[in-house]
């Protein structure tokens, strides 16, 4: 008899501290998006899932709730497998593919570990928590840390904007069916409390899509609670934002004053479309900004029109057409509006009104996030994602306990036998190493990193060789010792070091044959080891090569001028003039800032005999030098920019004119 007191105790600590503990977790180092929090998350959820698996083992049988949010989550990850088997480049797509394999064992977890209201209680308790915890991390780097944007544990002010929101969703609902007499006298004081500190960091962190996000939900909770009238409050609220001075209103109205790029989110979607429509099927999960370099777009107001590639659609649902296919968006949908329902059935139980509350307010934190992806990569966020799924798992919940007559499930004989017991600790070992491989491979990448930075380029080359022997199909780390080596040659001389930086890149070219700048990097190595053979028909091969790749580069991506240039020089070389003029032209054309072209295309008029052009052309540059002059410049625009006007001039023979 009195075992069954502390059976229930554990039973209760169990689903918080495997929930309650990831919820905690998630945010803390960088919104759970490095390599350490990914591992710890992913294990974590794996063992709380082979856990449930072999406590079903013993009852001999596997219990599911039925629910056709399940059923949607089962087929969107079948169709993410397909996706990866038929991805032009597999290493991100499989990483990509064990996240949402994570997120879905999250969200059965979170609907089958949690036994009793009392444990629903206790995690809503948790994500209060880490909201004002957060928020006033946000305040204080806000008010003491100089931050004009806290971002709290986040590496992104709209994500923690986003946090913040969702968690003001679920107080805001608890405050609205709340009865005076319910619960404890200081629970209604504090969770007034809660909603304004969540409320003053999200204003703080000034994010025009997570306000998007905010009017949602609010709007969302009001309406369910107080009905038409509270829409009018949401309108004065607009209003009051719009004309009171703070933060956020402050950033809407400036931002496209600091930054060229604020607004360029409607050629991005617009850019997403034709990606769509020239590859419906889609093109692999996670790769999006990979397909970027044939899809770059032109801002007139930047001095690199193409210099930025929209490596995110800023749209989560034009981002999974594009990677999944229509069929992969339309499935998640599908699923969003399957959820709806459930919440909706939910509702409709004979709930207790902090319940009630409670479920009203998780809805409207789950719309503000979804909201928000309409917008924003909120899905790319682990945090995010893992609140979406304990809002949802926590619904599921309620409907579970509260059915009158009990939750529909699917039960599935299962009983323990050696076989099975060892199949399952044979499948969660593979699983666990494929969690391991990537953060194992990071380590040694991170170690070759710091072993570069203090010179040691030899140790360097044998941690990047260990990380390229733990993840073979990721290019980063490929194109990481090709790097170290193009260094080694150039301290040592030894062509032997290019050769080798030649063999990595060509096999990063085969495992990710999207990425252009592998092929630009393999042209300029050519180049190199055509500049060390004096003549004959050796050096006219690797010249021939060299233009090959810088062919192919040009193909991946039409619109850098970098290519061009390089191509266009070495035509020049081989003698094809009127090739090499085409192309210097052609990246003018693209790109009329680039001004090394232009002094190229310049001293190249002036030698054919054609000085008045080559003068405009020099007019040009002195232009473009002038318009710029005072601007701050990135790396890319000093590049731009980088041009020696007067040795230009005494090359033109333009002196004293």
């Given at each position: 008899?009195?075992?069954?007191p502390?059976?229930?105790s554990?039973?209760?600590?169990?689903?918080l501290?495997?929930?309650?503990?990831?919820?905690?977790?998630?945010?803390?180092?960088?919104?759970?998006?490095?390599?350490?929090?990914?591992?710890?998350?992913?294990?974590?959820?794996?063992?709380?899932?082979?856990?449930?698996?072999?406590?079903?083992?013993?009852?001999?049988?596997?219990?599911?709730?039925?629910?056709?949010?399940?059923?949607?989550?089962?087929?969107?990850?079948?169709?993410?497998?397909?996706?990866?088997?038929?991805?032009?480049?597999?290493?991100?797509?499989?990483?990509?593919?064990?996240?949402?394999?994570?997120?879905?064992?999250?969200?059965?977890?979170?609907?089958?570990?949690?036994q009793?209201?009392r444990?629903?209680?206790?995690?809503?308790?948790?994500?209060?928590?880490?909201?004002?915890?957060?928020?006033?991390?946000?305040?204080?780097?806000?008010?003491?840390?100089?931050?004009?944007?806290?971002?709290?544990?986040?590496?992104?002010?709209?994500?923690?904007?986003?946090?913040?929101?969702?968690?003001?969703?679920?107080?805001?609902?608890?405050?609205?069916?709340?009865?005076?007499?319910?619960?404890?006298?200081w629970?209604?004081?504090?969770?007034?409390?809660?909603?304004?500190?969540?409320a003053?960091?999200?204003?703080?962190?000034q994010?025009?899509?997570?306000?998007l996000?905010?009017?949602?939900?609010?709007?969302?909770?009001?309406?369910?609670?107080?009905?038409?009238?509270?829409?009018?409050?949401?309108?004065?609220?607009?209003?009051?934002?719009?004309?009171?001075?703070?933060?956020?209103?402050?950033?809407?109205?400036?931002?496209?004053?600091?930054?060229?790029?604020?607004?360029?989110?409607?050629?991005?979607?617009?850019?997403?479309l034709?990606?769509?429509?020239?590859?419906p099927?889609?093109?692999?999960?996670?790769?999006?900004?990979?397909?970027?370099?044939?899809?770059?777009?032109?801002?007139e107001?930047?001095i690199?029109?193409?210099?930025?590639?929209?490596?995110?659609?800023?749209?989560e649902?034009?981002?999974?057409?594009?990677?999944?296919?229509?069929?992969?968006?339309?499935?998640?949908?599908?699923?969003?509006?399957?959820?709806?329902?459930?919440?909706?059935q939910?509702?409709?139980l004979?709930?207790?009104p902090?319940?009630?509350?409670?479920?009203?307010?998780?809805?409207g934190?789950?719309?503000?996030i979804?909201?928000?992806g309409?917008?924003?990569?909120?899905?790319?966020?682990?945090?995010?994602?893992?609140?979406?799924?304990?809002?949802?798992?926590?619904?599921?919940?309620?409907?579970?306990?509260?059915?009158?007559?009990?939750?529909?499930v699917?039960?599935?004989?299962?009983?323990?036998?050696p076989?099975?017991?060892?199949?399952v600790?044979?499948?969660?070992?593979l699983?666990a190493?494929?969690?391991?491989q990537?953060a194992?491979?990071?380590?040694?990448?991170?170690?070759?990193?710091?072993?570069?930075a203090?010179?040691?380029?030899?140790?360097?080359?044998?941690?990047f060789?260990?990380?390229?022997?733990?993840?073979?199909?990721?290019?980063?780390?490929?194109?990481?010792?090709?790097?170290?080596?193009?260094?080694?040659?150039?301290?040592?001389?030894?062509?032997?070091?290019?050769l080798?930086?030649v063999?990595?890149?060509?096999?990063?070219?085969?495992?990710?044959?999207?990425?252009?700048?592998?092929?630009?990097?393999?042209?300029?190595?050519?180049?190199?080891?055509?500049?060390?053979?004096?003549?004959?028909?050796?050096?006219?091969?690797?010249?021939?090569?060299?233009?090959?790749?810088?062919?192919?580069?040009?193909?991946?991506?039409p619109?850098?001028?970098?290519?061009?240039?390089?191509?266009?020089?070495?035509?020049?070389?081989?003698?094809?003039?009127?090739e090499?003029?085409?192309?210097?032209?052609?990246?003018?054309?693209?790109?009329?800032?680039?001004?090394?072209?232009?002094?190229?295309?310049?001293?190249?008029?002036?030698?054919?005999?054609?000085?008045?052009?080559?003068?405009?052309?020099?007019?040009?540059?002195?232009?473009?030098?002038?318009?710029?002059r005072?601007?701050?410049?990135?790396?890319l625009?000093?590049?731009?920019?980088?041009?020696?006007?007067?040795?230009?001039?005494?090359?033109?023979s333009?002196?004293g004119s």
């Amino acid at each position: 008899m009195g075992s069954m007191p502390a059976r229930e105790s554990f039973r209760t600590y169990r689903s918080l501290i495997a929930l309650g503990g990831l919820t905690i977790f998630a945010p803390l180092l960088e919104g759970g998006t490095t390599h350490l929090p990914v591992l710890i998350i992913r294990l974590i959820l794996l063992g709380a899932f082979i856990a449930w698996l072999l406590r079903s083992m013993r009852l001999g049988r596997i219990t599911v709730q039925q629910t056709h949010v399940f059923s949607v989550v089962a087929v969107f990850s079948g169709w993410a497998a397909v996706s990866v088997v038929r991805s032009f480049y597999v290493a991100p797509s499989l990483q990509w593919l064990i996240s949402l394999c994570s997120y879905a064992v999250c969200l059965f977890v979170a609907a089958h570990l949690v036994q009793s209201v009392r444990e629903v209680r206790g995690l809503v308790m948790v994500i209060l928590g880490m909201g004002v915890f957060e928020a006033a991390l946000g305040l204080y780097q806000f008010v003491w840390g100089g931050e004009t944007r806290p971002a709290g544990t986040f590496f992104n002010a709209n994500f923690f904007a986003t946090y913040e929101m969702a968690v003001f969703a679920v107080v805001f609902g608890l405050l609205c069916f709340r009865r005076p007499k319910d619960g404890i006298r200081w629970e209604t004081p504090l969770l007034w409390l809660t909603a304004g500190t969540v409320a003053s960091a999200f204003i703080l962190a000034q994010s025009r899509g997570a306000l998007l996000a905010f009017v949602a939900a609010v709007a969302f909770v009001g309406f369910y609670r107080f009905g038409k009238p509270f829409l009018a409050v949401i309108v004065l609220g607009l209003i009051a934002g719009a004309l009171v001075q703070n933060p956020l209103q402050q950033r809407v109205l400036m931002v496209g004053t600091q930054d060229p790029y604020a607004y360029t989110r409607l050629a991005i979607w617009k850019n997403s479309l034709e990606r769509i429509i020239d590859h419906p099927w889609g093109v692999g999960l996670g790769l999006y900004k990979y397909t970027s370099f044939q899809y770059r777009f032109p801002v007139e107001s930047a001095i690199a029109h193409y210099g930025k590639r929209a490596e995110s659609a800023h749209n989560e649902y034009l981002q999974m057409a594009v990677e999944l296919g229509v069929v992969g968006a339309v499935l998640f949908l599908a699923g969003i509006a399957l959820l709806g329902w459930e919440i909706r059935q939910t509702l409709r139980l004979p709930l207790e009104p902090w319940e009630r509350g409670l479920v009203v307010g998780l809805a409207g934190g789950i719309l503000g996030i979804v909201v928000h992806g309409s917008v924003d990569s909120v899905f790319h966020e682990p945090a995010l994602v893992l609140l979406t799924i304990l809002f949802t798992g926590m619904t599921l919940t309620l409907k579970r306990l509260r059915q009158p007559h009990g939750v529909a499930v699917w039960t599935v004989p299962f009983p323990y036998r050696p076989v099975g017991g060892g199949l399952v600790w044979a499948v969660s070992v593979l699983c666990a190493l494929l969690i391991v491989q990537p953060a194992a491979a990071w380590y040694a990448f991170d170690k070759a990193g710091g072993a570069v930075a203090v010179g040691r380029e030899d140790r360097a080359v044998d941690w990047f060789q260990r990380a390229t022997l733990i993840d073979p199909g990721t290019t980063a780390y490929r194109d990481a010792l090709a790097l170290t080596e193009v260094r080694l040659f150039h301290q040592s001389g030894d062509p032997q070091w290019l050769l080798q930086a030649v063999d990595e890149l060509k096999v990063c070219l085969e495992l990710n044959p999207l990425d252009a700048r592998f092929a630009h990097q393999l042209g300029t190595l050519y180049m190199l080891l055509a500049d060390r053979v004096v003549s004959g028909p050796q050096k006219e091969d690797l010249r021939r090569q060299a233009a090959a790749y810088y062919g192919q580069a040009i193909q991946l991506d039409p619109y850098t001028p970098f290519n061009y240039h390089e191509l266009g020089k070495l035509r020049w070389a081989q003698g094809d003039k009127e090739e090499a003029m085409a192309l210097f032209r052609r990246a003018i054309g693209y790109e009329p800032n680039f001004l090394p072209v232009r002094a190229e295309l310049a001293e190249r008029l002036q030698q054919i005999g054609q000085p008045e052009a080559a003068a405009a052309e020099y007019g040009q540059i002195i232009r473009v030098k002038e318009r710029y002059r005072g601007w701050n410049l990135t790396a890319l625009e000093r590049q731009f920019l980088g041009v020696d006007t007067e040795r230009l001039k005494r090359s033109l023979s333009m002196v004293g004119s």
